[in-house]
């Protein structure tokens, strides 16, 4: 079946604009998370989301970064007013359930390049 | 917080010979889960395998198999019979058992080269 899918593949902005990452996850995966692979920072986690229960933000750097998910599927995060700190690829995982025991399986991200 | 670490920041070896990769972890929990994940250029995370902490017993997937060390908190990972294929980053990730704990959390990688 169809794995999860992130878009745009790759992304440039200048600095102060607004960007939309978006993650459609294999269908039936409750959980999705958003991790962020940056040279300095490594790869951090930062939202985790399940079901329709309020999401984890515990990870999110700053009040500038934001994401939903509609209808349980599809998630989009934003970048507001983009700071060239903010340049990293863009990670989506889907797993099944809340389950630790759940594998996650990842998009193959998306380079934003903030100039 | 639990942290993960990955003292070899590059790695090579001969295809066909074997390779050893490093991570250590720290954490306070007794249950929880660790995995290897390759990294190819085309950036897509790909599970090479994971190991939950109440098996004594060492996983192994094919060429690929860890050694677990609990009380030293190590958990290495060996590649037998390199194959060119295998070259990527390597992250060693840690993801507690509790439930809603979600997150995994990642070492620095380690990037693997395979010579012809």
């Known amino acids: 079946g169809a794995g999860v899918s992130q878009s745009p593949s790759n992304k440039v902005t200048e600095k102060g604009k607004d960007v939309e990452l978006r993650c459609d996850p294999i269908?039936?995966?409750?959980?999705l998370y958003w991790y962020r692979q940056s040279l300095g920072q490594g790869l951090e986690f930062l939202i985790y989301?399940?079901?329709?229960?309020?999401?984890?933000k515990s990870g999110l750097p700053s009040d500038r970064f934001s994401a939903e998910r509609t209808g349980g599927s599809v998630s989009t995060l934003t970048i507001q007013r983009t700071q060239q700190e903010d340049s990293a690829v863009y990670l989506c995982?889907?797993?099944?359930?809340?389950?630790?025991?759940?594998?996650?399986?990842f998009g193959p991200g998306t380079r934003l390049t903030v100039t | 917080a639990q942290t993960v670490t990955q003292s070899q920041p590059e790695m090579s070896v001969q295809e066909a010979e074997t390779v050893t990769l490093s991570c250590t972890y720290d954490?306070?929990?007794?249950?929880?889960?660790l995995f290897w994940y390759k990294q190819p250029p085309s950036r897509q995370m790909i599970l090479v395998i994971r190991?939950?902490?109440?098996?004594?017993q060492n996983a192994t997937e094919n060429r690929f198999s860890v050694n677990f060390q609990k009380a030293a908190k190590s958990f290495s990972l060996k590649i037998s019979d390199s194959q060119l294929g295998d070259a990527a980053m390597y992250f060693c990730?840690?993801?507690?058992?509790?439930?809603?704990?979600?997150?995994?959390?990642f070492g620095q990688g380690t990037r693997l080269t395979i010579n012809p």
């Open positions: 954490t306070s929990e007794s249950d929880y889960y």
């Open positions: 190991q939950e902490a109440y098996k004594q």
């Open positions: 995982a889907s797993s099944l359930g809340p389950l630790s025991s759940y594998e996650q399986y």
């Open positions: 989301f399940q079901g329709n229960s309020a999401p984890d």
């Open positions: 990730a840690y993801r507690s058992a509790l439930f809603g704990a979600q997150k995994l959390v």
């Open positions: 269908s039936g995966h409750t959980a």
